[in-house]
């Protein structure tokens, strides 16, 4: 929670990049014991204690659904196919307001969907980021995997009001801008390349793949434009998120976005 408090803020700007990678490699980073608060405003709210992981079989769902999501290769190997964990897109295990949260989904799904036209469950969307973000395959919905990502979800939703979405749910929307993929080619070689390499390999643990083969797929939510410049807006450079203007970075997604990802092609990832 440190890091949460700490750069999300934007008080960072003093913290050494040593200490960013430090913290940049753990998992999530639960601070001391605190009073979980129910959020009506993302600023105030900390995640719940990991004291309150009940003991005993729930308690061990949580617990495998946290390293599912903060070391989804290694603890889900079967069904990923590139180098991300949740975490990486998911900020900090989940906990982030305009970092993709967790907290509070839950309780609002089941949801209609333009994208499939139908209503979907929590598992299914679940399932579309293993198909498309981690470029992998379905999981056993009742299997250990998935019981333990919903129980961890479930658990960090436990002060939430159900049916009510938390704020800085999702990406936040920019306005509609036209990115120039040169000027953002300049920007990721001053502020991203350090970390993600001029290659867009990622070095890991530092920080993932952006494109090439350990990367998201080009089905997925982060491949299109509009969301990525979101994302990289409120959350990137790690270091220093906020400090992008909105056109920097649709500039910037739009250089990410001219680099080669994974086809994605729906049969392969049944
Ligand atoms: C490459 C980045 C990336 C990775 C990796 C990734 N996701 Fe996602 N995920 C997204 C994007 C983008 C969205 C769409 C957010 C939006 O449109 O507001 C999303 C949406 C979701 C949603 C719906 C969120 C909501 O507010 O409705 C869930 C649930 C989810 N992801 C779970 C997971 C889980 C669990 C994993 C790991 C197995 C994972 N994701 C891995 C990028 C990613
Ligand atoms: C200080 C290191 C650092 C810098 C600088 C940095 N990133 Fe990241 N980036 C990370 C880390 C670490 C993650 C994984 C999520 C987290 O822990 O914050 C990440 C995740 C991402 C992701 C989602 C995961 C993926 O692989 O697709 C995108 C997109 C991204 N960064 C884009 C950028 C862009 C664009 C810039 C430059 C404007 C940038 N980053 C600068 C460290 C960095």
């Not at 658990?155 to 040169?182: C, H, I, M, Y």
Request: some cysteine.
């Amino acid at each position: 929670m440190i890091r949460v408090i700490a750069i999300r803020c934007g008080f960072v700007a003093a913290l050494a990049l040593s200490v960013l990678i430090l913290f940049s490699t753990s998992a999530v980073s639960f601070g001391a014991p605190r009073t979980p608060q129910a959020a009506d405003s993302s600023k105030t709210w900390v995640a719940p204690d990991p004291a309150t992981i009940p003991a005993g079989p729930l308690g061990d769902s949580i617990r495998l659904g946290i390293q599912v999501f903060n070391e989804t290769p290694k603890y889900a190997e079967r069904y990923v196919g590139n180098k991300l964990s949740c975490t990486h897109c998911h900020i900090d295990g989940g906990t982030v307001s305009k970092g993709m949260p967790m907290v509070g989904l839950p309780g609002i799904f089941p949801m209609y969907r333009d994208r499939e036209k139908s209503v979907i469950t929590f598992e299914e969307r679940i399932q579309q980021c293993f198909q498309r973000s981690e470029t992998g395959h379905r999981l056993p919905n009742d299997g250990p995997e998935m019981t333990g990502l919903v129980a961890y979800a479930q658990w960090l939703s436990k002060d939430q009001v159900t049916g009510r979405p938390f704020p800085g749910r999702g990406l936040v929307e920019l306005p509609e801008l036209n990115g120039d993929a040169a000027k953002g080619s300049e920007i990721y070689t001053e502020q991203c390349a350090v970390c993600h390499g001029a290659d867009g390999a990622g070095k890991l643990p530092v920080a993932p793949a952006l494109w090439g083969p350990n990367s998201y797929s080009d089905g997925a939510g982060m491949n299109q434009i509009a969301k990525m410049a979101a994302f990289v807006q409120h959350n990137m450079p790690q270091n220093q998120p906020d400090s992008l203007t909105p056109q920097e970075a649709y500039d910037v997604a739009t250089y990410i976005h001219s680099k080669p990802h994974t086809v994605f092609v729906m049969k392969d990832h049944m």
